[in-house]
Each structure stands twice: as C-alpha cells, then as structure tokens.
C-alpha cells in the first residue's frame, strides 16, 4: 500500500465539536453548524474582543453583526470580561431510580472562550495532567491532525467505536481534542492486565468514589492544586493571572459566576476536576510513603477513574490507613469520599455485574439464535421443518423464543443480585452485535437468490423465498419486542440511544430499495416491512404514553420521537397521545400547553417531529404559542445571558416549519420590543440567512439522516 499522508482539517475550533457539550444532547443537535460559521468568519477572541471577516457591505454587515449580537454579546467589541457571565442551560435526565443527574449546554460565547483557553494553554493542561500515578483516564497530547495510510497506520487504526482518542491509536475523526490514556471505558479495566495482576498479588479490593465530585468542586481550588495552597493564599492577586487562575474564571463565568461546583457533561469540566484529582494523588502518594512507608505497586495498588478509586491490598488496617490519609488530602479541596457507595471484595475479586454478564453472554448465545448454512445438496422445494427452513443450496434456522428468554433474563437479574440499570447498556450492546451480524448474512445470501431468481423469471422460488423473508421477519419482531422489554424496565438516555441504534439498523435494512429501478422501489414486501415498522410504534407509544414529558427525564422520549419519524407519514402518532404527551388541556375553550415544562430541547424535537404536517397544524401553534409565553417569562436583561434562550432564537429562526410572520414574533419578544417592532430586521435577518445558505444553526431541521448521527454520536460516547 503506498504512503499517502492525509490531512484532518480541524483547526483550533474543533474543540467545540467534542470538549463544549454533555453527550447527552437530542440526536437532532449539534455543534457543528456553529463550527462552520465561526471557522468560515475567521471569528477569533483577542484580548476579549471578538474579531471576525469584516467583509460584508451595507444590510448584509448589519444582520451579520445582529447575529453575532445574538451569539456572544450585545457588545461583543468591549474589552469587559464580564460578557462571558452566561446563564449554562441547565436540565435533566434519569440517573438513578428515583435521582436524576443535571447536566449543562454552554453559552455560545463560553464556547469562544474555551476555544482560545485550549488554543493558548493546551500545553500547561498536558502538564498539569502527567503527575499523578494512580490515574486511569488522563489527556496526554493534542490529538492528530494527520495519518499516513499506509500498512502500519491500518495496524494501529483506532475502532470508530472508540469514545475518546486512546494512545497508540491513529483516526480518521477527531473525538476528542486530546488523546487520552489508558483507558476510554471503566469496565475495560476490569478485564486488563493491571486489574488482573493486582487481583493475584492482593487479597482485598476496595472500591469507592468521591462524593458529588463535581457538584463539590470549588473553582479556586484549580489555583491550589497548580501553584499550592500557601502559595495561593499568600499571592491571591498573581494567582489570578496563572494559567489555572485563568482556567478557573472560565468555568466560573461559564456557570453565572458561580464558584461552588462546575457544570457536569462537558469534557473541559473532567479535564479540569483531573487536575485538581492529579495533585490530590501526588500529594496522596507522597504522604503514603512518608507516614506509612509504603510504595505504590509494592505495598498496594490504587487506581483512579474520573473520580472512582480502586485500592488493592493485603489487610484492612493497610486499607484504612491510606483511607485515612486520602480523606484528609480531599478535605483541603472541599471533598469527600461518597461512604454509602463504598464496597470490599475479596478474592476471586469478582463483581455481582460481572458475573451477571457473563450469564448474559451465554444467555444471548442460546436465545435468539439465527444461522444461516450451506447444503452438501440442492434440494428442489422448499422443505420446512421446526424454524428450519431448507432453500435450494442453503438452510436457513432461526430460533427465538422471546417469552422464555424475558423470563430467563429476570431470573438472571434476581440471582445476580443486580438493578436492571447495571447491565442494560451492555445487554443492548451484545443484541446490537447480534442483529447485525443477522441482518449482513441475511441480506448477502437473500440478494444473490433474489438476483438470479428474477433473471430467471421463476415464480415458485419466488414466492419462496418471501415465505423465508416472512420468516426473518417475524424473527426480528420477535427482536423488537424483546428489546423493547428490557429497555421499557429503566429508559435512560444512554440505553435510548443504544435501541434507537438498534433499531435504526433494523429500519434501513427494511428501506433498502432497488439501485437499478427507476421509482426506487423496497426490495422487501410491504407486509414485511410494515410488520416491523407496526411493531416499532406501538412499542414506542407504549413508553410515550407511559413516560409523559417531565422536567426531570425529557430526552430519553425525544430520541424516541426522532426515530418514529422515521417511519413516515403512514406511521405518525395520534394526536391525542401526542397532547397527552406534551400535556395539553383545554382553558377557556381553547387547548393550551397546561405545564411549564417544555424546554428548549422539548420544544425543538417536538418541532423536528410535527414538521409541515397539517395533520399537527393546531399543535404546532400551541408549541408556538408556549414558546413566546416561555421567552417572555425569562427577565429581559437576563435573556441574551441565557444559553437556552439564545440556542432557541436561533434554532427558531432559519425552522423551515415556522411562518415568518411567528419567527418576528419570536424576535420581537426575544428582544423585549412590542408585537411589529423588529419586523424590518428580523425581514433583513432572514434574507441574510437565505442568502449565506445558512439553514441551521443547532437543530438539523431536514436531510436529518438518523443511523449516519446515530453512528457519530456512538463515537462520541464518554465513560460510564
């Protein structure tokens, strides 16, 4: 293979594609629309002024600088660097039974300002990364901007699955803005070498983590951990102006000024509890061979990930004595170990969930069973016996007996002694597997008989081979259902998105159509493909009319929504169970939205999903009218501030689902102006936007191709 070098076009703005936002976002968002308009107007932030490509003339530059008014700051050339105090959009999704976990979606303008934060002290955050010896997930270098395709970068070819840049890996797509060592997973350490060594070498496991770490942080502490808390104390003022100093403001104003905790979901908040961790091990390590005399890797091992620790020893007062010394490191920074979830093992050091997975593996490798095989022989007819069917040169068997693998599956949760939660995503992850492989055998042998059946013109092979379709068919009805069952016991957004991948799959195996038909006809039967289409929604109205929206779990059935789209017109929701979903009631004879719960993301998804429909013409005026009721209830002077307020305006702006005469609305109450008031603007707004082809901003409102983002967001996947 020659050498050939390629270039990876990122520049330094790609970090908002990877390091700004929570994994946890819709499907239907992202960042990189806003990527392109920053990377394509050179906008830059010098000194905290915003410079941009100032060439455009006349209306043009006034609804460009409009738009960047809308995006950073009313002012965005004055030198204050108080314009990046933003309200974060702050919301909720499931974490635990009964708990939820509030995660963050930055302002615009934090986003800028990360960019020249990575830019300028991409290498003090590498170094201040190196220092501890007990850290399993740490930022070691920039990641690559180039590869040679040659033998030895297919070699060392990071998987696409891969969630972070992991080192000794080469990439074609950039995850991350740093390569990260060692590990991209928490549960690839329990089957590493370094777990397994210090397994034989150790009689006891403790495992433990730190208490709400990063509601617990204290933004000042970036200081102590870089420069060192007397040092700190004594030079408060020159302590500002360092680096860390400068790292802690950003995180401050990212959070309204906010010291106490840091926003949860974006990597910069790992990135910056990391560090602070880095010195609390350093300091750690060091006090243990002071006080105890004992090394690291020789008298135990302690392993660190994110904020979980594993500490591996040989007797209990080993244990309590670095316990000891650890709480008193983490009480100078304002932390705590989290005691209730603490947890001793003893050898064979082994997990309730690890055991419980490897029953699952056996399990799934008994029930669902597909397979297709060669025959010594041709046979002449279809011969059909037990879920065995024998066609021509092949046999193809399927076995699936979802209601006994249901009940072998909640037998295998009780005797584990685990919640449904701790194995969901990895059963999900093995059915995904499974159905993939199920679905390329099929389609490879079924193409090459359809292809020489109908070159052929032999109808009684034909009308064969669709009675082997129907079977498949039912066998992946059978797979639906199934999923949807273990998934329906505990929806969380990371489980949501791994059905929908699963079922996105399914879906465009259903939708492949003939290449050298004229009109794109689907090669499978409409029956078979409307089975299985049937079978998607009513497992998914199922979850919807159980699972109202709330605000305290909303995106798990926005995913839901997205992927019922995709089922076309012929498979929409009632609009009952839609009213009931977003909670509709009628007040003084007409219908309003009853609750104050929808939210940006709410509001856009359900948006994506009515679209131009005149069936959901009377809906999306209710969301319209909610939306204007909803701007209008933030302060004015807080509104511009506000990261959620600023992402709606814009998304709502270039909606092609959204009249112009609502959108002036929208602006008009956006900017505090009287019904009419803006209308010349916003007119001049949106004829900018046509103009400049600018058709999104967060929400990718059409050509939405749902197993390519489903596919992207798999790799952007963080730890668990």
Known sequence: MSKRKKYIGYPKERAILSDVHPYELPITFSNRYLYRFIVSNNINLEGNIITYKDDFTDGDATSFKEILKILFHKDFNNKDDYKFRRIPFT?????????????????????????????????????????????????????????????????????????????????????????????????????????????????????????????????????WAVLGLDAVKENVEASKNNYSGIFDKLLQYANYGETNGILIGPEISRIFAEIILQRIDKDLEIEIINSLKLKNKEHYELYRYVDDYFLFCD?????????????????????????????????????????????INKLFKENPRFKISELESE?????????????????????????????DYKILIKESNIDYKDV?????????????????????????????????????????????????????????????????????????????????????????????????????????????????????????????????????????????????????????????????????????????????????????????????????????????????????????KSSELTHLILDLLVCPYIEEVDKKKLFNKFKGFSEGGLDKEVGKLLIFFKKYKINYWFTKWKRFNLAKELEYKKSQEVYS
């Open 315 to 359: 007797d209990e007062n080993t244990k309590n004595e670095i316990l000891k010394i650890l709480k008193h490191k983490l009480k100078d920074y304002k932390l705590a170990i989290n005691n209730s979830k603490s947890i001793d093992y003893t050898k064979p050091i082994i997990t309730d969930i690890t055991i419980a997975k490897d029953k």
């Open 379 to 407: 046979v002449g007819a279809l011969e059909e016996n037990d879920n065995e069917f024998k066609f021509i040169k092949h046999k193809f068997s399927f076995y699936f007996n979802s209601d006994h693998l249901i009940t």
């Open 91 to 223: 919301y909720k999704i499931t974490h635990k039974e009964n708990d939820f976990r509030q995660l963050a979606l930055l302002h615009p303008i934090n986003q800028l300002n990360i960019i020249n934060f990575y830019d300028q002290y991409k290498s003090s955050i590498l170094y201040s990364c190196q220092i501890s010896n007990f850290s399993l997930r740490r930022p070691i270098k920039v990641a690559r901007f180039t590869f040679f395709n040659d033998k030895l970068h297919q070699q060392n070819k990071g998987d696409r699955n891969d969630f972070l840049e992991l080192d000794g890996f080469e990439y074609e797509d950039l995850k991350t803005f740093f390569v990260y060592k060692k590990y991209n997973n928490i549960y690839k350490f329990y089957e590493d070498y370094r777990f397994h060594r210090a397994e034989k070498k150790f009689n006891f496991l403790f495992k433990f983590d730190i208490n709400k770490c990063f509601d617990s942080i204290y933004t000042h502490s970036i200081s």
């Open 424 to 640: 969901l995503n990895y059963s999900l992850a093995l059915l995904n597997n499974i159905i993939e492989r199920n679905l390329v055998s099929f389609e490879k042998v079924y193409f090459e008989y359809l292809s020489k059946i109908k070159s052929e013109d032999n109808q009684k092979n034909e009308n064969d081979l669709y009675i082997i379709e129907s079977e498949f068919t039912k066998h992946i009805v059978k797979f639906i259902d199934f999923i949807f069952f273990i998934y329906s016991v505990s929806p969380r957004v990371n489980s949501t998105i791994k059905i929908c991948h699963i079922l996105s799959k399914i879906l465009s195996f259903y939708n492949l159509k003939e290449k050298k038909s004229n009109n794109k006809k689907f090669i499978f039967q409409t029956n078979n493909r409307h089975k299985v289409y049937k079978k998607i929604l009513d497992e998914s109205t199922l979850i919807i009319k159980k699972n109202k929206l709330n605000p305290y779990s909303q995106l798990e059935i926005l995913y839901l929504l997205t992927l019922i789209k995709e089922l076309g017109k012929d498979f929409r929701l009632p609009i009952n169970i839609l009213e009931e979903f977003i909670g509709c009631e009628k007040i003084d004879d007409t219908k309003q939205i009853k609750y104050e719960h929808l939210n940006y993301f709410s509001i856009t998804v359900l948006l994506y999903y009515l679209g131009d429909t005149l069936l959901y013409n009377d809906l999306k005026n209710m969301i319209i009218n909610y939306t204007l009721s909803y701007i209008e209830k933030t302060p004015i002077e807080k509104r511009s």
